[in-house]
């Protein structure tokens, strides 16, 4: 696995490291002190995962993550943030992040967080999770099949992963699940698993109709709550981000 950590202070990104490196023994972890930097690393070296702070000098709050979602749509990215209100964690979630720790979590946290997103899962703070579901009617809910209970911070299984056949979704449909999970719009899915843009915007919504939720927002949110993950992020080329917009798709179902 290949981390890259974006953050501006040295300290905190060495300890970051040293805390991961604990617990992932494998792990590949580069560096960056600024968002330039980050985007030029991100845009020259292949990587499973980024942890990105929202206050760098030069790309402050969710600025950051626009730019690397929209350069790097594949990449999964995991906002580290002194930032604690929710509704700068829900804006993350409609950028597209995998998940949100707030800098005042004790180190497990971040240990179960960076666990869960290289599993293919989302992480949110519990604390967060029925704010961000508060929205009119009734609470999403999964359909009966074997999945884990909702889960705590210091809780999430780190070993099980969900199969298509778990959650009840045929094979294209779980795929892309996993794919909208990492944070690709629908046009990248489509040429991600060479179809029609039609045809994956009625997997999702497939999707969401299956897990009873309205926008992907809150299925993101309703995987956290769960603890579902989905597999492991690939690790990811630059030059295969640079395709997801403008390649043609191959084939339709």
């Given amino acids: 696995m290949r981390v890259l950590i974006v953050d501006d202070h040295e300290l905190f990104r ?13 792990l590949d972890v580069l560096f ?16 499973n995962i980024v942890i990105l702070d929202l206050a760098l ?22 906002v580290v943030s002194a930032d604690e209100r929710v509704d700068t964690i829900r804006r993350c979630i409609e950028l597209r992040a995998v998940g949100y720790v707030p800098k005042s979590s ?3 946290s971040l240990r179960v967080a960076i666990g869960a997103t290289l599993a293919g899962g989302v992480f949110l703070p519990a604390w967060s999770i029925p ?37 009840g979704l045929t ?3 779980f795929e892309t699940l996993t794919l909208l999970v990492r944070g690709l719009p629908s046009k990248a899915i489509a040429v991600k698993m060479r179809l029609e843009d039609i045809t994956v915007r009625k997997y999702i ?19 956290a709550d769960q603890g579902i993950k989905l597999g492991p992020p690939p690790l990811t080329e630059p030059a295969q981000d640079r395709t997801l917009s403008g390649a043609p798709a191959k084939e339709s179902d």
């Fill in 14 to 26: 060495a300890g970051l490291e040293l805390l991961l490196k604990e617990r992932f023994q494998e």
């Fill in 32 to 47: 960056a002190g600024t968002l330039a930097e980050g985007l030029h690393l991100a845009l020259a070296e292949p990587l």
């Fill in 57 to 78: 000098p030069d790309g402050h709050g969710c600025i950051a993550l626009e730019q690397l979602k929209e350069l790097r749509p594949s990449l999964p990215v995991i």
């Fill in 106 to 108: 004790p180190p497990e």
């Fill in 131 to 167: 704010a961000l579901q508060g929205q009119p009617g009734p609470e999403p809910v999964i359909p009966p099949s074997p999945i884990p209970a909702p889960l705590s911070d210091q809780t999430h299984d780190q070993t099980h992963v969900s199969d298509a056949a778990s959650l």
């Fill in 171 to 173: 094979a294209r449909e």
């Fill in 205 to 223: 919504s497939h999707l969401l109709e299956h897990f009873r939720v309205r926008r992907r927002t809150e299925l993101i949110v309703l995987l």
